[in-house]
């Protein structure tokens, strides 16, 4: 059985970047992760291990003096509030979420209304219109038709969404309200889309795909979607040891890839795994 990985695939430079920072800063001192850093339960259990804690960004109070915001970001209400009760606050966030933010903070002064492509209680789309309270949220084509009335649409997405899913709920808002400016800024993340596009390629090379990453993980949730919108045979894994021989019965090339919250000693297991069988 051949085994080929996609072209990209797995941890990104944000999740690389904060759970760097979040496991230098637990070496060193108590430290509260508000919420859970990256969506890996690998990672979760390394820092763990270090002393960690996970909280909650809306829990009242944490036992530590330090307390981190996770890669996927936090509204500038939510940080304040936790300054407010006397606690150091770290900024884990993405950068690339950071831009994201800025971008709608742009697009509502200029008088747009500010609206996000996303999924709707994911703690980044909490982050992005946590300061906007009129802001509204876009997750299929069915919200399209409960949207307000609006001459003006300040469009942005979460940035971890397939961009052909977003390019087409764009599409619907102009088509549903044809007088409106709809002004779209693509915020979605490079990561996502190589980890998208070489998914695709793969997609034509082999019979099944094994999809690594966390269960709740929105990238990789989209990249297995993506299988199964190809109808191709697809196993969403989080670690080698769930593998199954029987699974890949009578198969001959078999893809894997991962999510941007992966860490690429998980998926170099899995590929070794496979190998070996
Ligand atoms: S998926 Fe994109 S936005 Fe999220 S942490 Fe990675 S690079 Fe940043």
Not at 150 to 177: C, M, N, Y
């Amino acid at each position: 059985m051949k085994v080929i990985l996609a072209q990209h695939y797995g941890v990104c430079f944000g999740v690389r970047d904060a759970i760097k920072q979040a496991e230098d800063l637990a070496r060193r001192d108590e430290l509260t992760i508000l919420g859970e850093l990256v969506h890996n339960p690998i990672a979760k259990e390394r820092l763990g291990a270090l002393g960690a804690i996970e909280g909650s960004l809306d829990a009242p109070s944490a036992t530590t003096k330090k307390v981190m915001i996770t890669a996927h970001g936090a509204s500038n209400q939510a940080l304040a509030k936790w300054q407010e009760r006397g606690h150091e606050v770290i900024d884990g966030t993405c950068p690339l979420v950071h831009q994201a933010h800025q971008t709608l903070f742009e697009l509502a002064k200029a008088g747009f209304h500010p609206t996000v492509i996303g999924k709707r209680g994911h703690v980044e789309v909490r982050g992005l219109i946590g300061d906007l309270p009129e802001a509204s949220v876009i997750e299929s084509a069915d919200d399209i038709a409960s949207l307000p009335a609006k001459p003006r649409f300040g469009v942005v997405s979460q940035t971890t969404q397939p961009i052909d899913h977003v390019l087409a709920l764009v599409a619907a808002l102009k088509e549903k309200w044809p007088d409106a400016v709809v002004e779209f800024r693509d915020t979605v993340c490079q990561p996502t889309k190589n980890r998208q596009t070489a998914l695709r390629k793969l997609l034509d090379e082999v019979e099944a795909v094994v999809v690594v990453g966390g269960k709740n993980s929105n990238n990789t949730l989209q990249l297995l979607k993506a299988c199964q919108t190809a109808g191709k045979r697809s196993f969403h894994i989080e670690r080698s040891a769930e593998l199954q021989a029987s699974w890949f019965d009578g198969l001959d090339k078999v893809g894997v890839t991962a999510g941007t919250s992966t860490l690429k000693e998980t998926v170099a297991s899995v590929k070794e795994w496979l190998e070996r069988l």
